[in-house]
């Protein structure tokens, strides 16, 4: 059965950075959309970055500039840095994927994403301490 299992969540420092992964089992990455959520309780999981089979990448505007999503097909595994820490980064972090189609065909990243993803990681939480 597909698995993603993430890692690389914790604390961090406000202006630090991080890095998040996600190695998925019997999924393929290389035809699909893949990307990183998050969420913060009592609100909706927002999409913050993209990467379909091409390789186009879309960031949230949340994000933007401080986060580079990454895809290494030959090992499965999918990649966050964010740079430039915020305390409102602090969120349970999630990897997903999905068919290609799934990719938002667009410039942004439409809110309900999150709907259309097939296979989601268990969540990390990410605590950015000010």
């Known amino acids: 059965r597909v698995q993603l299992v993430e890692s690389g969540g914790g604390s961090a420092q406000t202006g630090g950075a991080l890095t998040l992964s996600c190695v998925a089992f019997d999924f393929n990455m290389r035809d699909a959309c893949m990307a990183w959520f998050r969420q913060i309780p009592g609100k909706e999981r927002e999409g913050i970055a993209t990467?379909?089979?091409?390789?186009?990448?879309l960031y949230a505007e949340s994000v933007m500039g401080r986060a580079t999503i990454s895809k290494d097909n030959a090992e499965n595994v999918l990649t966050l840095q964010m740079a430039t820490l915020k305390p409102e980064d602090t969120a349970i972090y999630y990897c997903?994927?999905?068919?290609?189609?799934?990719?938002?065909?667009?410039?942004?990243?439409?809110?309900?994403?999150?709907?259309?993803?097939?296979?989601w990681g268990e969540g990390m939480l990410v605590t950015v301490c000010s």
């Open positions: 997903a994927a999905a068919q290609d189609s799934a990719c938002p065909y667009s410039d942004h990243i439409p809110r309900g994403f999150y709907e259309g993803m097939d296979y």
């Open positions: 990467v379909d089979s091409y390789g186009t990448i």
